[in-house]
């Protein structure tokens, strides 16, 4: 069982930028996960961000590319999320999310991640 905890998550500026972190814990064999990065704004349903692979291999929602930017340190079993250019639409709560596979597929689904984190809200006003 993997265990995931967001945070960095805050208020921000339109414009402006913010980076997420997630911590992981627990039964990590991080060498064999793919790492994503999802999103819930109110009233509607969660959305694929980003993913990442070990090998740094990356995907992202046509909506983010350009402006965020994920990574992770596999030394402090930790994910990130660099958020540049925010806009007000970016206003959500964010999540982070694990499978068991080192593959991530090239669109980013929620269904294909079994462990998740409680989420940590980014609001950004304009």
């Known amino acids: 069982q993997v265990q995931l905890v967001e945070s960095g998550g805050g208020s921000v500026q339109a414009g402006g930028s913010l980076r997420l972190s997630c911590a992981a814990s627990g039964y990590i064999a991080s060498k064999y996960l793919c790492l994503g990065w999802f999103r819930q704004a109110p009233g509607k349903e969660r959305e694929g961000v980003a993913a990442i692979e070990l090998s740094g291999r990356t995907r992202y929602a046509d909506f983010v590319k350009g402006r965020f930017t994920i990574s992770r340190d596999d030394t402090v079993n930790t994910l990130y999320l660099q958020m540049n250019s925010l806009e007000p639409e970016d206003t959500a709560m964010y999540y982070c999310?694990?499978?068991?596979?080192?593959?991530?597929?090239?669109?980013?689904?929620?269904?294909?991640?079994?462990?998740w984190g409680q989420g940590t809200q980014l609001t950004v006003s304009s």
């Open positions: 999310a694990a499978r068991n596979s080192n593959y991530c597929a090239a669109t980013v689904k929620a269904a294909d991640f079994p462990y």
